[in-house]
């Protein structure tokens, strides 16, 4: 058998990790800290338990948003990825390389979900070069964000 393995990291690459072994309780938390830390309506969460997390590309600095807990997050770009307390480290999902592989199980601090949160889904979807007016804007977009493996180095090459 073979001991699960993830890598992930913030959006400009300045920031990496490695897991290796399983992954504790994926969650989506709704308390206002953590819609303040994620700038987002809920903050999807799993628990590093007793896998080995590794930064392997800088590290985060580190807010404390309560007398229990500290928020880690990209001093470069900004990308939350941390929430750490006494019972341990939790990342949040959308830093790993394939966040889709990390479902949530629970919702946590519903007493602050926001009431339309739940509607969203039935809200209509579009591709996004659908969107006529920005699809000039998007033709030629050059992203400047880490991709969603590990490299070398980072950035490849200087931004203007």
Known sequence: MTTPFYTGGCQCGAVRFHVEGALGDASVCHCRMCQKASGNFYLPLVSV??????????????????????????????????????DGVALTIAAFDDPAEIAPRIQWGIEAKLPYVDAIRDLPGEETMADQDAASFLADLVSYQHPDHDTDEWPPERKP
Do not use: I, K, M, V
């Open 49 to 86: 338990r007793q896998a080995r997390l590794t930064w392997t590309r800088g590290e985060p600095r580190r807010f404390q948003s309560s007398n229990h807990g500290y928020r880690g997050f990209c001093a470069d770009c900004g990308t939350p990825l941390t929430y750490e307390a006494p």
